[in-house]
């Protein structure tokens, strides 16, 4: 077995060392999830089928989001970041992997423990309390695939926010801007189909929209056939691009450090 399998299991097995903490987390998710669903079916009510949802699909996007917050790490930057502050990343340099490589099999390790152990609360008793839009094995298995790309997008985001650490020396102004623009261009606030116009359009074509906007459509399967696959193909393009990036910025960074004598 190769190191990245490792550092995926020990990123698994650390993010799920707490599990009384992580289902305080969920059941903090869960509570906000009721608040927005209210809100969301009151909305919906006033104008039905807005952005070609009903109620039943926009309660479900409600749970499916706040179940996606944690895998996804909506609100949450990278330990990389305080890593590069303190001079800890000259270690991780000299590891037998790539920089990149090795936060990303470990952020996917977090990602799945979060799933385990995050994910499930909120969607249950949003089933429980409410009309509930569930997908068949095909869309259940979609929508596992639109979860990786999604946590590939996100890790692609945060990871070149955490590098700016590089740069800048504080990444407290990147990460607000970050959170801000996840916030209302990932679909956390309000679902991206009720974007008017142009808003809407430049809002669906940002990466953002493929961390939860876009696997929350597939699991309320509003798309098919090649409209799925191109949904897929959207977030693939937009992982592999900003993981070239990050590729790149990581060189740069790594020339800047041995400049400076790192």
């Not at 499916?64 to 991780?92: C, E, K, N, S, W």
């Amino acid at each position: 077995m190769g190191v990245l399998p490792w550092v995926w299991y020990y990123g698994f097995r650390r993010h799920t060392a707490y599990p009384v903490g992580s289902l305080a987390e969920a059941l903090t998710n869960t509570a906000f999830g009721f608040m927005r669903a209210y809100v969301l079916i009151a909305l919906w009510h006033e104008r039905p089928s807005l952005g070609g949802y009903d109620v039943t699909d926009a309660v479900t996007y409600c749970f499916v989001t706040q179940a996606l917050i944690g895998p996804i790490q909506i609100f949450g930057g990278m330990d990389l970041a305080q890593r590069i502050r303190t001079g800890d990343v000259a270690i991780d340099l000299h590891r037998p992997v790539g920089l990149q490589g090795w936060w990303l099999a470990d952020d996917l390790g977090r990602t799945t423990g979060s799933l385990v152990l995050r994910g499930g609360p909120p969607l249950l008793a949003g089933a429980l309390a409410f009309p509930f839009h569930w997908p068949g094995p095909a869309g259940l298995a979609a929508f596992a695939v639109a979860m990786l790309l999604a946590a590939l997008v996100s890790f692609g985001m945060r990871y070149l926010v955490a590098l700016g650490m590089f740069w800048l020396h504080d990444d407290r102004g990147l990460n607000a801007i970050t959170l801000v623009m996840s916030l209302f261009f990932s679909g956390m606030i309000l679902p991206l189909v009720v974007f008017p116009g142009r808003l809407g359009e430049v809002a669906r074509a940002l990466p953002w929209a493929a961390q939860l906007q876009v696997p929350a459509d597939v699991f309320l399967g509003q798309y098919s056939g090649t409209d799925l696959l191109g949904a897929l193909t959207f977030q693939a393009a937009w992982a592999v691009a900003l993981l070239a990036a990050g590729h790149l910025l990581t060189r740069a960074a790594r020339r800047k450090l041995v400049i400076h004598g790192g």
